[in-house]
């Protein structure tokens, strides 16, 4: 790769000035999000605290359920509730009023929490006053998936108004999960679904997955989602 | 997934390095993507391309290759693949963690991350000095004849 430039009448043949480097990175895109992840994952374990990521899809349940599994468990239990979501703190007041401490996290345009934000979230907290913790996802099947928290277990809530399709067309998001809560299964015949047919699907994706049936609006199955959890 | 924050993660490591090493210009970007992270490579070097243009990375070939998904069962210690079921009421091939041989629950092993692998840049006579490592490859320029 030669130039030429004229000085004068003659023209002056210049020396190639660049040379080529090859730079080996090996620079991981979401090792940086885990290691995050396992040192919140160690914070919480130095305070026996059992923290529980709760993943779904918009509107499809998690802060009812939540709300359900705090009213059953603040008894036994010290509680605290991180929500995520791009704005507002509507998730956190509602959980706030079963006197519970609460963190809400604006994630700006960002569509799902990250290791990062609940470090930051976590730093609210009084962690020696806690033993459990329900950090609320942004309402999303599809990036939480990649963005581990920290957490001990992690739920996916889908609701059968979301239709029959939901779960073959979000596998990943099953596959990280250790259960999934199958919510507004008192509307599956008005929608047409077949609640089966949903369990199937995810256990097809997961076959470790413990599926529990549920309608946080009337109560059914949250008991089920607390032995689930093994709480 | 969202291809610009991927890109975003990509660009940012990329240009650190191509600042820290000296580069004049950054020739080719490798990176290894991994087909369990739902990242699509046309999207994402659109937005790569995006990102470049005005700094040493503009111009680079993003050179891109896909890993494929494989998952490890730590009941029967098969390793391959991930399986793929298929689902005659749905007519499709759904991804799953079920072991091929055993039927329990597999792990991800590899699959899921976004790498960049290594980059190629130049550098100018001027900018030999501040080079952190060992050349790899090229002719050394001696100066004008």
């Not at chain 1, 345009?109 to 950090?135: G, P, S, W």
């Not at chain 2, 629950?105 to 550098?123: H, N, Q, T, Y």
Request: include cysteine; glycine fraction near 10%; aromatic fraction near 4%.
């Amino acid at each position: 790769m030669g130039s030429a430039r004229q000085a004068g009448m003659r023209e002056v043949v210049v020396a190639e000035e660049g040379e080529v480097f090859d730079i080996e990175l090996e620079e991981s895109l979401l090792e940086a999000n885990r290691r995050l992840a396992e040192q919140n994952r160690a914070l919480l374990d130095r305070h026996g605290i059992l923290a529980v990521d709760v993943m779904g899809s918009v509107g499809a349940g998690k802060t009812s359920l939540i709300g359900r599994l705090v009213e059953r468990l603040k008894g036994r239990y010290r509680i605290a509730y991180i929500a995520g979501d791009l704005t507002t703190t509507i998730d956190a007041d509602a959980i706030a009023r079963h006197g519970v401490p609460v963190v809400q996290i604006n994630t700006g345009k960002e569509c799902h929490l990250d290791a990062n934000l609940v470090a930051k979230a976590l730093k609210r907290l009084d962690l020696a006053e806690l033993d459990l913790l329900f950090i609320e996802n942004v309402g999303n099947l599809i990036c939480p998936a990649e963005f581990p928290l920290g957490a001990h277990k992690r739920v996916v809530v889908v609701s059968v108004a979301e239709g029959p399709y939901v779960v073959v067309k979000h596998p990943y998001i099953f596959m990280e999960a250790d259960v999934a809560v199958v919510n507004k299964v008192d509307l599956a015949a008005a929608m047409g679904v077949n609640v089966g047919k949903l369990e199937v699907d995810i256990k097809t994706v997961n076959p470790a997955i413990a599926v529990v049936r549920a309608s946080c609006r009337t109560g059914e199955g949250i008991q089920g989602v607390i032995e689930a959890l093994g709480l | 997934m969202h291809e610009y924050s991927v890109a975003k993660m990509l660009f940012d490591l990329a240009l650190k390095a191509a600042l820290q090493y000296g580069a004049e210009r950054v020739l080719e970007v490798r990176v290894v993507i991994g087909e369990l992270s739902l990242v699509r490579h046309e999207q994402l070097a659109f937005w790569f391309k995006e990102l470049s243009r005005g700094t040493v990375l503009e111009g680079a070939e993003l050179a891109i290759e896909a890993e494929p998904g494989e998952i490890a069962c730590p009941a029967c210690g098969y390793r391959g693949l991930i399986s793929l079921a298929d689902d005659p009421a749905y007519h499709l091939a759904l991804p799953t963690l079920r072991c091929p041989e055993c039927g329990a629950k597999a792990r991800v092993v590899r699959g899921r991350d976004c790498v960049l692998k290594s980059i190629r840049i130049e550098k100018s006579e001027k900018n030999r000095g501040a080079r952190a490592g060992p050349p790899k490859a090229g002719p050394s320029a001696s100066g004008p004849l």
